[in-house]
């Protein structure tokens, strides 16, 4: 399995363009994050400090490859001079192909997302499943480390030592009540039974996944993770949601993941 090195942790200030680009040597990196509800970008520099300020357009709907790269390059045209992309994506990804996207279009099937951006941007380009790219934001590289995104679905990611476990796709797996962790704990099942019983429900996933991995660390991110307001227990931290964008520079750190 490819490994991929935990990446540095980026000053939590960010630098304007005239700041950053005058300090900073080597590689930009175009940051983007697929997501079923919105588009976020921003340019990382070589130290992972933001070079831009993030932008973001709601996701196309319906949200096929073509209105979504549509809506990218409109999206990434403000953002200036970079060397190189990585992408963060809602599904499983396999050497930069695209196998399932359940929260945007049966399009992305079997897509060469890296390919793709690629040939429309003149940038090599490096595709990982998103909670994967956000947990290269946040994690310290020590032992089992686990990161749950909470958005339109729900994204996981799994790490020992540093290392990404690829395409843990736990929020299919069958939860509760003939649910699985999606339907339970997504922005749909949050519309539906609202924020005290979602919060509930995000409470019992927790105490689910915790004797099945045994994480040193969770990490708690996405869009909704904002939304939680119980005690959590002390392996469990809240992350913001912009990490999801400052992992990008791990997907070319150490003996890089292909694509």
Same mark, same amino acid.
């Given at each position: 399995?490819?490994? =991929?090195?935990?990446?540095?942790?980026?000053?939590?200030?960010?630098? @304007?363009? /005239?700041?950053?680009?005058?300090?900073?040597?080597?590689?930009? !990196?175009?940051?983007?994050?697929?997501?079923?509800?919105?588009?976020?970008?921003?340019?990382?520099?070589?130290? #992972?400090?933001? %070079?831009?300020? /993030?932008?973001?357009? =709601? @996701?196309?709907?319906?949200?096929?490859?073509?209105?979504?790269?549509? @809506?990218?390059?409109?999206?990434?045209?403000?953002?200036?001079?970079?060397?190189?992309?990585?992408?963060?994506?809602?599904?499983?990804? +396999?050497?930069?192909?695209?196998?399932?996207?359940?929260?945007?279009? *049966?399009?992305?099937?079997?897509?060469?997302?890296?390919?793709?951006?690629?040939? =429309?941007?003149?940038?090599?380009?490096?595709?990982?499943?998103? =909670?994967?790219?956000?947990?290269?934001?946040?994690?310290?590289?020590?032992?089992?480390?686990?990161?749950? @995104?909470?958005?339109?679905?729900? #994204?996981?990611?799994?790490?020992?030592?540093? $290392?990404?476990?690829? &395409?843990? +796709? %736990?929020?299919?797996?069958?939860?509760?009540? #003939?649910? !699985?962790?999606?339907?339970?704990?997504?922005?749909?099942? %949050?519309? /539906?039974?609202?924020? $005290? *019983?979602?919060? $509930?429900?995000?409470?019992?996933?927790? +105490?689910?996944?915790?004797?099945?991995?045994?994480?040193?660390?969770?990490? %708690?991110?996405?869009? &909704?993770?904002?939304?939680?307001?119980?005690?959590?227990?002390?392996?469990?931290?809240?992350?913001? &949601?912009?990490?999801?964008?400052?992992?990008? &520079?791990?997907?070319?750190?150490?003996?890089?993941?292909?694509?």
């Amino acid at each position: 399995m490819p490994r =991929a090195a935990a990446a540095p942790r980026p000053s939590p200030r960010k630098k @304007t363009p /005239r700041e950053s680009s005058s300090s900073a040597s080597g590689p930009r !990196t175009l940051a983007i994050d697929i997501g079923g509800s919105g588009l976020k970008a921003l340019v990382l520099g070589p130290d #992972g400090t933001p %070079l831009s300020e /993030r932008q973001r357009v =709601a @996701t196309p709907k319906p949200a096929t490859t073509q209105a979504v790269m549509r @809506t990218l390059m409109k999206l990434i045209k403000p953002l200036g001079k970079f060397e190189r992309v990585s992408v963060g994506f809602p599904g499983v990804v +396999e050497e930069g192909v695209t196998k399932t996207a359940h929260n945007l279009h *049966k399009s992305w099937e079997d897509f060469d997302l890296a390919q793709a951006l690629s040939k =429309a941007t003149g940038r090599p380009t490096r595709v990982l499943n998103d =909670a994967g790219v956000q947990g290269f934001g946040v994690i310290e590289g020590r032992g089992v480390e686990m990161v749950l @995104t909470l958005g339109t679905g729900l #994204g996981c990611a799994l790490y020992v030592d540093g $290392k990404y476990v690829p &395409n843990i +796709e %736990l929020a299919h797996h069958p939860f509760r009540h #003939g649910k !699985t962790y999606e339907e339970y704990v997504g922005d749909a099942a %949050l519309k /539906r039974v609202g924020k $005290k *019983k979602w919060n $509930k429900h995000v409470q019992r996933v927790l +105490e689910q996944v915790q004797p099945i991995f045994n994480p040193q660390k969770i990490y %708690l991110g996405g869009g &909704n993770a904002r939304l939680v307001d119980f005690p959590l227990p002390k392996n469990v931290k809240l992350t913001e &949601n912009i990490a999801g964008l400052l992992g990008g &520079n791990a997907l070319w750190k150490d003996e890089p993941l292909p694509r």
